[in-house]
T-cell receptor, first 109, second 114 residues
Framework: KNEVEQSPQNLTAQEGEFITINCSYS?????LHWLQQHPGGGIVSLFM???GKKKHGRLIATINIQEKHSSLHITASHPRDSAVYIC???????????FGTGTSLTVIP | DAGITQSPRHKVTETGTPVTLRCHQT?????MYWYRQDPGHGLRLIHY???????DKGEVSDGYSVSRSKTEDFLLTLESATSSQTSVYFC?????????????FGPGTRLTVT
């Protein structure tokens, strides 16, 4: 049983398309973390959000804590957005984080 | 940049040999984590530390040990490396000031056990 589920696992899009990646979780959390990992690269933080919506450039993240669901949207996708996107849930109690298995995005020119 | 470095960045070793990976941080964060990342599994927790000499096991701790004798260093040791431990290893820190819900990751160590 995975405490954090992401969908889809793999996604291929044409440049310019609007992209949505979903994250659902079963644990009680107060915030959710979206991470990005380029091929062969490190893991970087995109967003930490506990309610509503956050926007950074062409990336938008939303969360509904009651429904235990978050989405990451990419508008006007570009090949440089090709990466693995990971959602992470820090629990309300304890020190361990729960991670989704990641969504591998490929944007084709 | 949370001031996290990992060494070595790449290592090839033979089955049965001991291996130690080092994670170093410069900002005195209390919480440090070791993860392994494998295709289809995502990030899985090996061990974590909540202070000097305070460590606990994660979900995939078998075959691994850790030590933290100084705040800035968290060492991961494979006592006798096996091919199943071929993976990319990431260290992470969790700040205890500001948002306590984030983790920041080191650049990773790619370990190959032949």
């Amino acid at each position: 049983k995975n405490e954090v589920e992401q969908s889809p696992q793999n996604l291929t899009a044409q440049e310019g398309e609007f992209i949505t990646i979903n994250c659902s979780y079963s644990v009680g959390i107060s915030a959710l973390h979206w991470l990005q990992q380029h091929p062969g690269g490190g893991i970087v933080s995109l967003f930490m959000l506990s309610s509503g919506k956050k926007k950074h450039g062409r990336l938008i993240a939303t969360i509904n804590i009651q429904e235990k669901h978050s989405s990451l949207h990419i508008t006007a996708s570009h090949p440089r957005d090709s990466a693995v996107y990971i959602c992470a849930a820090p629990p309300n109690t304890g020190n361990q984080f729960y991670f989704g298995t990641g969504t591998s995005l490929t944007v084709i020119p | 940049d949370a001031g996290i470095t990992q060494s070595p960045r790449h290592k090839v070793t033979e089955t049965g040999t001991p291996v130690t990976l080092r994670c170093h941080q410069t900002e005195n964060h209390r919480y440090m984590y070791w993860y392994r990342q494998d295709p289809g599994h995502g990030l899985r927790l090996i061990h974590y530390s909540y202070g000097v000499k305070d460590t606990d096991k994660g979900e995939v701790s078998d075959g691994y040990s850790v030590s933290r004798s100084k705040t800035e260093d968290f060492l991961l040791t494979l006592e006798s490396a096996t091919s199943s431990q071929t993976s990319v290893y990431f260290c992470a820190i969790r700040p205890t000031s500001g948002s306590s819900y984030e983790q920041y990751f080191g650049p990773g160590t790619r370990l190959t056990v032949t």
